[in-house]
């Protein structure tokens, strides 16, 4: 089942620039992550933040959660071409633990 | 080895076909996951196998058959499939149950005629 919402559903930045892309979902949770998927291929994990971290880098992201809010954001700084790609978030149900998926947002970066 | 592999890359069978999907895993995850992706869509959870024992069915049509002979593999038995099971099916594994991160494999494209 689908949980997370994600905004904005299609981005188009040019290279060089930040994107940011946010999710929203509805119950508790243990930890939310985000993934990617490059044209109808597998999904590479990027991110795990747990529910008691609010702030969390890896390399040229940075990924933030409000747990009173429950959103999440995705910000991608210094884009390439190579970003171009679906970005899901993921939340981890604080119960069953079961991975659930939001809508993913279409990144397009222009060379 | 740090990836999850699946065969085969594409499968089209008709209606009346028995197939079969495979992955394997040889990082020591413990758990294996089967997602279902239709174009455009997110990954819907099929089941997860923790330990080698079924942990988690999505309520999926007895059609989809899973097997999980060993730690390292994971099974995927397809029986009498409708068209509108044309998808992309994942697998993925993780270290321990979930809800950790998993690693996807590149998936396995089925078209059912």
Known sequence: SQQGEEDPQALSIQEGENATMNCSYKTSINNLQWYRQNSGRGLVHLILIRSNEREKHSGRLRVTLD???????LLIT??????????FCATADSNDYKLSFGAGTTVTVRA | DTEV???????VMGMTNKKSLKC????GHRAMYWYKQKAKKPPELMFVYSYEKLSINESVPSRF????????????????????????????????GPPETQYF???????VL
């Open chain 2, 24 to 27: 394997e895993q040889h990082m």
């Open chain 2, 105 to 111: 494999g590149p998936g396995t494209r089925l078209l």
């Open chain 1, 78 to 87: 210094a884009s390439r071409a190579a970003d171009t790609a679906s970005y």
């Open chain 2, 65 to 96: 058959s899973p097997e999980c002979p060993n730690s390292s593999l994971l099974n995927l038995h397809l029986h009498a499939l409708q068209p509108e099971d044309s998808a992309l099916y994942l697998c993925a594994s993780s270290r321990q």
């Open chain 1, 67 to 73: 747990t009173s809010k429950k959103s999440s954001s």
């Open chain 2, 5 to 11: 592999t699946q065969t085969p890359k594409h499968l």
